[in-house]
C-alpha cells in the first residue's frame, strides 16, 4: 500500500475565517500515514478539528461504505468543513438520469460515478465531466454486469471485477464459474 501524504493547507482554514482578515495561512499541518499492506480493509477517520465550543468543523476519512450492491471506492479521501452558520443553504445541481430503469445503483470507482441499472438495460454507465453525459463505461464489463451481486472495486493496485459466476483480478480469471449452477457473486472483502 502506497503512503498518503496529507496537508492541511490555508486554503481549508481560510474558509473557517473572514476572508478579508486571512492574509496567509493560519496553520498548515502535514502528516504521513502508512497503512501497511492493501488488503481490502476499511481505511476509515483520518482526523476531526473541534472548534472551542466543541464542535466538529473540519476532517477527512475514507468513505468505507459498502451498500447493497457496490462497494464505494475505498481509496477516495475526503475531507469535509463545517460553515460557521448552520442556516447556510446549498445549491446542488442533478445530474440527468443514467437510464430510464427505475432501479439503478450509484457507486464510485477511481473519481468516476458509476450507475449500474438492473432492470432493463443492463449496462454500466459512468458520469463524463467533459461531456456532461453519461457514457458506456469502458473500464468494466458493462454489459456482462447483469446480476444483483455484480461489481468491481479496487485491492492493491489492481482492480478485481465479478460477474457471472467468474472474477478477475487485473483482467486475469482467479475465479471460474462451476461447471453446474454457480455463485451468488455478491463479493464482500472486508476486514
Known amino acids: 500500500?502506497?503512503?498518503y501524504l496529507f496537508?492541511?493547507?490555508a486554503i481549508i482554514l481560510m474558509t473557517m475565517v473572514n476572508q478579508s482578515q486571512a492574509q496567509s495561512p493560519?496553520?498548515?499541518i502535514e502528516t504521513v500515514i502508512d497503512f501497511g499492506e492493501d488488503q481490502g480493509q476499511n481505511f476509515g477517520s483520518l482526523f476531526e478539528a473541534r472548534d472551542d465550543k466543541g464542535r466538529v468543523v473540519l476532517g477527512a476519512g475514507f468513505v468505507?461504505?459498502?451498500n447493497t450492491m457496490f462497494r464505494n471506492d475505498r481509496q477516495t479521501l475526503q475531507f469535509f468543513i463545517?460553515?460557521?452558520n448552520d442556516n447556510v443553504q446549498f445549491a446542488a445541481e442533478p445530474l440527468p438520469r443514467s437510464t430510464r430503469d427505475g432501479g439503478t445503483y450509484l457507486f464510485d470507482l477511481d473519481g468516476k460515478v458509476h450507475s449500474y441499472p438492473y432492470i432493463y438495460e443492463l449496462t454500466v454507465r459512468s458520469w463524463d465531466d467533459d461531456?456532461?453525459?453519461w457514457q458506456e463505461a469502458t473500464d468494466l464489463e458493462s454489459k456482462q454486469m447483469t446480476h444483483m451481486g455484480d461489481g468491481a472495486f479496487r485491492l492493491k493496485d489492481g482492480l478485481i471485477k465479478f460477474w457471472k459466476s467468474r472474477m478477475t483480478f487485473n483482467d486475469k480469471e482467479i475465479l471460474s464459474p462451476p461447471a453446474i449452477c454457480?455463485?451468488?457473486t455478491a463479493a464482500r472483502f472486508e476486514n
Open 1 to 3: 500500500m502506497k503512503k
Open 7 to 9: 496537508g492541511i493547507v
Open 82 to 84: 463545517r460553515p460557521a
Open 182 to 184: 454457480g455463485y451468488i
Open 64 to 66: 468505507g461504505v459498502y
Open 26 to 28: 493560519v496553520l498548515q
Open 131 to 133: 461531456k456532461a453525459a
